[in-house]
């Protein structure tokens, strides 16, 4: 029986292996799907780490206004004969504009100031002794980063004498805080409503600021009684203003005893910049400044809540 030898040439060709231009494809091949792998990886990395700052952002934004909240709702105001719970609007300490090394200044950023029956001197569970609460905006180590602080006075600290630090100093509430507001909702006339645009149930509430630094309110955000607070409010010169306001709901001003309920802004901004190609062209109200960010690709996010204070009604 004959059996057949195979050729030499065709063993030689199947053990020759791939040539050249097929090593070449494999390897054009290799190389765009480890791009699209990294690319996606890439994507991927970015957009966890851009959700990751924002949402430390936002805890920091909503931790805030907690506290800010809490001690404003329990501290004001005083039921009682003395009304000795109340805004501070005079001295180094009040409810003014700092700026960030804490000074007074019409071109910073507002402040506000209030005493409050907080600290338990006998330990019986019951407070006794007046504090002076301050929050603003500051800038102590001169970083750049300014965060929101908290003063007391006294410190809780001082009342022990084993316990270390100075009264009265400022204690950070939250970091990278690039613009903080306060606006009032008012009850001039005692009726236990609050003030409305022109008198009415149906028009907007009176939110009004202190827009000269002078201790009183002077000024309404809503101009245009549309319900929204907002660049539409201002003539374009970054401020709201009385003279804003047409219809000169404020031309004598009003003062923070009226005071019932106060809305708190505040803007956060992210400790890094972002390579995604997303630009923050937002435009943000923050109690009357109107601000409007640089083509930077910093994050940025704001805040509002409204606090009703003990007296309010209704």
């Known amino acids: 029986m004959l059996t057949s030898t195979p050729n030499k040439i065709s063993l030689i060709r199947s053990r020759q292996g791939f040539t050249l ?31 990751r700052e924002v949402s430390k952002m936002q805890q920091g934004l909503r931790g805030s206004l907690h506290v800010l909240t809490w001690d404003l709702h329990n501290a004001l105001r005083d039921p009682s004969p003395k009304q000795e719970m109340r805004f501070i609007t005079n001295g180094p300490t009040s409810t003014r504009w700092y700026n960030l090394a804490g000074v007074i200044d019409n071109a910073g950023q507002p402040g506000i100031a209030f ?5 338990d001197l006998d330990g019986d569970g019951e407070a006794e002794q007046q504090q002076t609460i301050l929050y603003q905006v500051l800038d102590p180590d001169a970083d750049g980063v300014p965060g929101l602080y908290r003063t007391a006075t006294p410190d809780p600290d001082d009342l022990d004498p084993l316990a270390p630090g100075a009264g009265g100093q400022p204690r950070l509430v939250a970091d990278s805080i690039q613009a903080i507001g306060f606006a009032f909702a008012l009850d001039r006339d005692g009726n236990g409503t609050l003030d409305r645009f022109n008198g009415l149930a149906d028009s907007s509430i009176l939110w009004a600021v202190d827009s000269d630094n002078n201790g009183n309110l002077d000024a309404i955000l809503d101009t245009n009684d549309d319900n929204v607070i907002d660049i539409n409010d201002d003539n374009g010169d970054g401020r709201i203003t009385p003279a804003d306001d047409a219809a000169g709901h404020l031309n004598t ?35 009357n400044q109107i601000i409007q960010p640089p083509n930077d690709r910093f994050k940025r996010r704001i805040m509002t809540i409204d606090v009703a204070l003990r007296n309010y009604i209704r």
């Open 115 to 119: 005493r409050s029956l907080r600290l």
């Open 253 to 287: 001003p009003a003062t923070y005893d009226q005071v019932r309920a106060v809305r708190i802004f505040l803007l956060v901004v992210s400790e890094r910049t972002f390579d995604d190609h997303m630009l923050d062209r937002h435009i943000y109200v923050v109690g």
């Open 21 to 51: 231009v097929e090593l070449m494809i494999a390897m054009v091949v290799a190389i765009i799907l480890g791009g699209v792998v990294f690319a996606t990886y890439q994507a991927q990395s970015s957009t966890y780490s851009v959700q």
